[in-house]
């Protein structure tokens, strides 16, 4: 009796450790403007449902300019005002050269 409550045990503390390895935090992309309808954007293996003027998804990369402009260029040059988690966000230099543009670091403007 004891193995079988041994194996059980050790099922449940596997699980334990598991599980938060499949959980992936929830990314937001704010937009510059709305999209029409509800939207569905496939990047970097990532699906993005787009609503209104914010994008969701449970990504599996990291938040960096990099996944931010493939976002871009999946979504047909969406322009995008904000990207991140809740604990990480893309800076408003990376946010520009993420729309491809510059950013002007003394007026805190994006050009072309």
Request: aromatic content about 6%; charged content about 20%.
């Amino acid at each position: 009796m004891s193995v079988i409550r041994s194996i059980v045990a050790a099922a449940v503390i596997s699980a334990a450790f598991v599980a938060p390895a499949f959980a992936r935090e929830v990314y937001t992309i704010k937009l510059s403007a709305p999209v029409a309808a509800q939207t569905r954007i496939i990047a970097l293996n990532t699906i993005w449902d787009c609503e209104g003027d914010t994008c969701l998804a449970r990504a599996d990369h990291g938040v960096n300019v990099r996944s931010c402009r493939q976002f871009v260029r999946q979504a047909d040059g969406l322009r995008i005002v904000s990207y991140g988690a809740a604990n990480e966000q893309l800076s408003a230099d990376e946010v520009a050269r993420c729309n491809g543009e510059t950013y002007q670091a003394s007026s805190g403007q994006s050009g072309q």
